[in-house]
């Protein structure tokens, strides 16, 4: 079932650092693209999210970069905090709903 | 703030068991959702609800699974006979309208111990 490729699987990053998490689809129909955050013993939330007639998209300190010939999108984190530590999971839909999910990479922020 | 509510939390159960999990989703919401989350792994769909109908079950396992909506609110996930590959998170999400908006919003899930 799993259609979307993430990378790395872990990823350890200093405070202040730059975190970088990378996915790639197959599904040319696919036309949503989130990142959601999952902190332990809780469900995930919508982190950022992008549709595939932008390149990018920057909220705060998180941004999508969007590449559509390539298949690919990553997530960016600049200035990386402790808090920022979690698991993030990129994820793909088709407009009908059908979201489907990454294995997830888990991000821990070193102070 | 409005939270999709799942309940238990937590279940251990023997295989061939039968056990059910509860979700009610953010008021008004008229779509919800059931995943299974393995551990490690990124959440997988089992079942999708438009108001009362079933929209998507193509990845539930349908000897051993069944969901209801029955009244288009809340919304029950049963497995029986409860085998030991059944361990898992079983989140719950929901999304607002009938069109496709983006956003899920997830419950805190039930984590399911078979043993």
């Known amino acids: 079932q799993q259609q979307v490729k993430q990378s790395p699987q872990s990823l350890i990053v200093q405070k202040g650092g730059i975190s970088i998490i990378n996915c790639a689809y197959e599904n040319t129909a696919f036309d949503y693209f989130p990142w959601y955050q999952q902190f332990p013993g809780k469900g995930p939330a919508l982190l950022i999210a992008?549709?595939?007639?932008?390149s990018e998209k920057k909220e705060g300190r998180f941004t999508i970069s969007f590449n559509k010939s390539a298949k690919q999108f990553s997530l960016h984190i600049m200035d990386s905090q402790p808090g920022d530590s979690a698991t993030y999971f990129c994820?793909?839909?088709?407009?009908?709903?059908?979201?489907?999910f990454g294995a997830g990479t888990r991000l821990t922020v070193k102070p | 703030e409005a939270e999709v509510a799942q309940s238990p939390r937590y279940k251990i159960t023997e295989k061939s068991q039968a056990v059910a999990f509860w979700c009610d989703p953010i008021s008004g919401h008229a779509t919800l959702y059931w995943y299974r989350q393995i551990l490690g792994q990124g959440p997988e769909l089992l079942v999708q609800?438009?108001?009362?109908?079933?929209?998507?079950d193509s990845q539930l396992p349908k000897d051993r699974f069944s969901a209801e909506r029955l009244k288009g609110v809340d919304s029950t996930l049963k497995i029986q006979p409860a085998e030991l590959g059944d361990s898992a998170m079983y989140l719950c999400?929901?999304?607002?309208?009938?069109?496709?908006?983006?956003?899920?919003?997830f419950g805190e899930g039930s984590r399911l111990t078979v043993l």
């Open positions: 999400a929901s999304s607002p309208g009938r069109a496709f908006t983006g956003e899920l919003f």
């Open positions: 992008i549709r595939p007639d932008v």
């Open positions: 994820a793909a839909s088709k407009s009908n709903n059908d979201m489907r």
């Open positions: 609800f438009q108001d009362e109908s079933v929209v998507d």
